[in-house]
Every structure is written in structure tokens, then in C-alpha cells.
T-cell receptor, first 113, second 113 residues
């Protein structure tokens, strides 16, 4: 089954404790991205990747890192989480670019205390 | 920077009534995508419009792309309880090395049986 998976689905952590949210897709997609969703603000793009070893900032990249060492995986890293990063995070992938249909993962609910 | 706004933020209708959400971009878009997010779920792609003035229909849903390619609308005829959710428009921001995807703020639709 074609899908995007994210882990964990729920995470409660404390300020400053490094964490990684994994994202994997099995559709051989080139374009992958991370979004955060906050009430009233919609979905805001954090980082995106056009292909392996090619990543670039979205609109809200501060406090986040990403890597794309393999085509299927695109982990999101919070090196020193802060409470303002409490949010619902979605990973998405598409065939080639931002102009293509995006396939979203199930989401990760993160709470930073 | 490029902004994509949606109105209304929230709409409550009686089952059987019509519903429309509007999407307005501050810049011209190469295409517009529409997504639906059910409560507790992830965004799911509905449709993509590419041509100026384009109109597409999916059963009770009608999508329009403005002549200037800066606005779009989604109209649902005779809403049903299965239409409940948040509807997002999204437009790619591409140019040079940039390949972002900008989402609108979303319209939450509530349908009372």
C-alpha cells in the first residue's frame, strides 16, 4: 500500500531534550516536506527536500533541522525543543515538486513542557 | 512574502444547505490545489486546477480557478454530514531555487444533521 508513515504519533517531552520525528514514504517520491499545523494558522512549511542531499528552508525553519540521506526517509530533528514548538506535525511527499499532489502522513502530536 | 488567505475561517450549515470557501493569493499561482482534512485526520488531496478560469466538478463539489490565477473557490451543493472537515487551498511558490508550497489558513465546515 502506498503510504507515508510517521513515528512517533504522539510525544510529550521537556524543554531542551533533543528529539527526532521520522518520516518514510514507499512511493519513490522525490519531493518531501514537513509542516506544522496550529489553530488559525493553517499548515506552514518547515523544510522541504527536492531529492537526496537537497534540502531547503520553508517558511518556519527556525529551531528545526532535517536530513535526506535516502530517498524514502526525511527525519525532522528538534535539537533543543521549546514550548512554542508544541504543535501537530505532518510529513508529506509528492512525485517531483510542490506543484504535484501531496501525500500526507498521519501526523505527530508533539507537546513540549 | 506570498500569502494565501481563506474565508470564512468557520462555517456552520444545516445539512442540505450549500457551502462556499474562497481562497485568495497575494501573487499569481501556477496552479491551485485543494485538500480536505477530516477531524483528527490528515490532509487529503482533492483536486488541482491549472488553467486560468478553469472549473472542475467532483459530484457535489465545484472548484474554480480565477481568471487572474490569484483566487479560487470550492462550492459544495447540498452538504452532507460526510462533508465535515477543514478545507485548505494550497499554491506552489516556485522560482529560482525555491520550490515551496503555501497553504491557506483553511475553512472549517460543520454540518448539522
Amino acid at each position: 500500500e502506498a503510504q507515508v508513515t510517521q513515528n512517533p504519533r504522539y510525544l510529550i517531552t521537556v524543554t531542551g531534550k533533543k528529539l527526532t520525528v521520522t518520516c518514510s514514504q514507499n512511493m519513490n517520491h522525490e519531493y518531501m516536506s514537513w509542516y506544522r499545523q496550529d489553530p488559525g494558522l493553517g499548515l506552514r512549511q518547515i523544510y522541504y527536500s527536492m531529492n537526496v542531499e537537497v534540502t531547503d528552508k520553508g517558511d518556519v525553519p527556525e529551531g528545526y533541522k532535517v536530513s535526506r540521506k535516502e530517498k524514502r526517509n526525511f527525519p525532522l530533528i528538534l535539537e533543543s525543543p521549546s514550548p512554542n514548538q508544541t504543535s501537530l506535525y505532518f510529513c508529506a511527499s509528492s512525485q517531483r515538486t510542490s506543484a504535484d499532489e501531496q501525500f500526507f502522513g498521519p501526523g505527530t502530536r508533539l507537546t513540549v513542557l | 512574502g506570498q500569502q494565501v488567505m481563506q474565508i470564512p475561517q468557520y462555517q456552520h450549515v444545516q445539512e442540505g444547505e450549500d457551502f462556499t470557501t474562497y481562497c485568495n493569493s497575494s501573487t499569481t499561482l501556477s496552479n491551485i490545489q485543494w485538500y480536505k482534512q477530516r477531524p483528527g485526520g490528515h490532509p487529503v488531496f482533492l483536486i488541482q486546477l491549472v488553467k486560468s478560469g478553469e472549473v472542475k466538478k467532483q459530484k457535489r463539489l465545484t472548484f474554480q480557478f480565477g481568471e487572474a490565477k490569484k483566487n479560487s473557490s470550492l462550492h459544495i451543493t447540498a452538504t452532507q454530514t460526510t462533508d465535515v472537515g477543514t478545507y485548505f487551498c494550497a499554491g506552489p511558490r516556485r522560482g529560482g531555487a525555491t520550490n515551496k508550497l503555501i497553504f491557506g489558513t483553511g475553512t472549517l465546515l460543520a454540518v448539522q444533521p
